[in-house]
């Protein structure tokens, strides 16, 4: 158990490489409770929304869900999250834990709409159910069809007789839910969804494995990929960036930045000498400095050492040769695309 974000969460159970195959191969479930869930409802809720988030709210139908981005000013991320249009003047945002407090003000401080902006964290558990079987031990505790609910889509509906959010997202790279619970129901919950996937072979999951399924799938992770210094272009997040939407909050900044071009960009890599590159670690481009590590693991699907770093961008493609320094030794890797690992349909 470790503090992440003001909670006591797990790193791991019956270990990280079990927990991520199980995940990979069958389902595994995740305590995500410490996420924050922050709730805009009124008039102008769309129009704030649209403001403060760099992806195309208006385009947003009712029970559709989208990945964003939330920017300061000069265009580096206050958070990523994941935007949800429960009705044309509601819309239901799940941010990171340690972020949760900080977008609220940033969003408050923004609100030049009608629109009201509720902290609602405490209102909600969050269970995550992830991986090839999911569908299969989660339709056993609800009357909801799973199998109509898209991808990036969600309803709400009754989990094992509780009201409960259920959203088809995710962070591993797998096919999965997310729902959204009362704290009070989350024990129940979680030991419900457990006996469920008992004949598909479930794993409980900590944060370890979370981190290896996600960097594998090249999913950012905030204080990694992304912080303030860091915009969406940058960091290959171009895709979430609706330009064309009319102005929003970084609008001007990103603008310029596509105009002129980024200096560096991330990328993948994966390692050819013996070693793990780890968050922090220099990288080399002919023997001088370029760059730095924001995220490295074994992965356990490719059995490769992999990772994620920043490169000047005319050298932030598939196949440039760099050096990772593990412990003041440079060793030899090489950018690769990503992501590294992707599901079959």
């Given at each position: ?20 195959r199980a ?16 709730e805009i ?70 609100n030049r ?233």
């Amino acid at each position: 158990m470790v503090d992440f974000g003001g909670w006591d969460m797990p790193v791991q159970y019956s270990g990280i490489i079990d927990e991520h195959r199980a995940v990979r191969t069958a389902v595994g479930v995740f305590d995500v409770s410490h996420m924050g869930e922050i709730e805009i409802r009124g008039p102008q809720a769309a129009a704030l929304a649209d403001f403060v988030t760099t992806n195309n709210v208006r385009k947003l139908s009712l029970g559709q869900a989208h990945y964003s981005g939330l920017l300061y000013p000069h265009g580096g991320f206050v958070d990523d999250i994941l935007v949800h249009k429960v009705a044309d003047d509601h819309y239901f945002l799940c941010v990171n834990a340690s972020n949760q407090e900080k977008d609220f003000e940033h969003i408050r401080a923004m609100n030049r709409f009608d629109a009201e902006v509720e902290f609602a964290g405490e209102r909600y558990a969050q269970l995550a159910i992830q991986g090839p079987q999911a569908h299969a031990t989660l339709q056993k505790l609800t009357p909801v069809s799973l199998a109509a609910i898209k991808y990036y889509w969600f309803t709400d509906g009754q989990v094992s007789g509780t009201p409960a959010r259920i959203a088809h997202t995710g962070y591993t790279g797998e096919d999965g839910f997310e729902i959204y619970v009362p704290p009070a129901e989350a024990e129940r919950m979680w030991h419900e969804v457990m006996k469920a996937g008992v004949e598909f072979g479930i794993k409980p999951c900590g944060l370890g494995a979370r981190n290896t399924l996600r960097l594998e799938a090249k999913m950012a992770l905030y204080g990694h990929e992304i912080d303030a210094s860091i915009s969406p272009l940058e960091a290959d997040l171009a895709w979430i960036v609706k330009l064309d939407k009319g102005d929003f909050v970084g609008r001007d900044v990103l603008l310029k930045q596509k105009e002129s071009g980024v200096k560096r960009k991330l990328v993948g890599f994966e390692m050819l000498g013996r070693g793990i590159a780890r968050e922090g670690y220099e990288v080399l481009l002919d023997a001088a400095p370029a760059g730095w590590v924001t995220s490295g693991s074994p992965s356990p699907t490719l059995n490769k050492n992999i990772g994620l770093c920043y490169l000047p961008t005319a050298h932030a493609r598939p196949g440039v040769a760099i050096q990772i320094v593990v412990r003041g030794q440079p060793v030899d890797a090489v950018t690769v695309e990503t992501p590294f690992y992707k599901r079959a349909k």
